[in-house]
Every structure is written in C-alpha cells, then in structure tokens.
C-alpha cells in the first residue's frame, strides 16, 4: 500500500501511466467499447465506471498543455441528445486540471485514435458513448 494513491489504480495501471510520455494518449472505454481489439496495453478495471478512474487518473497525470483539445469524446452524432456523463467529465476535469479544451470525435475516428494509443483501460461503466481519450503533458517540478 502507498499513501496518497487512489485506490481504484491498479499497480499495472500506475506503471503504465509512469511508462507514458508527453503526448501519449491513454483511452478509458465503457463497458461496450472494443478495448481488446483495440489495445496495444489492455488494462482492465471491471467492476469500475469511467468516472471515478478518470478522476483517479487525473489526480496523477497532467493534461497536455500544448495542444488546444487534450480531451476527445467519442461523438453519439446527435447534438439534441449528449449523453448526461460528458458533464460529469467536464467537471473531474475542471476539479483536477482547470479548464481544458474537449473535442469531440466521430466514432470511427475514435476507434482509429484509440488504435494509437499508448493504453486502453476497459472499464464496467454502463453509459453508452462514454469512452474517453486524454493527452498526457508534462509533469513540472517547481
């Protein structure tokens, strides 16, 4: 055990966000989303949903700072109907990072950027379109 850690962040979890480097990208998908077709890194966090890992990640891992949208979403393409967890994530963010540019991005586009990334954490969250990309930045020691 370690103190200040999140507990919902598995050692093979820190590990890989330790082994990220800036501009990496490291996707958290919902329980539908094809992580293990996907994932070069498959991290598994059942019985989790994205929030609460977002959150836990996000107390450890900067956002990228130079780039204007270090947060993608994977578009539902009906902007009559957003998904309610997109406004749970805007405020993780905001509460860990401050204000942060999201974009969102179309599905299949998502899929090709979540090809890329460096990790993919599954998760059991049971909203639909409530995967999640981040960009990691730069850690600075003062």
Known sequence: MLKN??????PELLKTL???GHGDYLVIGDGNFPAATNAKRLIRCDGHGVPEI???ILKL???DTYVENPVGLMDNGDPENRPEIWAVYKDII???????????????????????AFAIIA??????Y???ILQKGVVIND
Do not use: C, H, Q, W
Request: proline share 4%.
């Open 5 to 10: 850690i999140p507990s919902v962040l598995s």
């Open 18 to 20: 330790m082994e990220m």
């Open 54 to 56: 977002l959150d836990a």
């Open 61 to 63: 891992m900067p956002l």
């Open 94 to 116: 905001e509460k860990n990072e401050g204000e942060k540019g999201i974009e969102l991005v179309e599905r299949f586009d998502f899929y090709d950027k979540a090809k890329g």
């Open 123 to 128: 998760t059991g969250e049971t909203a639909i």
């Open 130 to 132: 409530a995967n999640i």
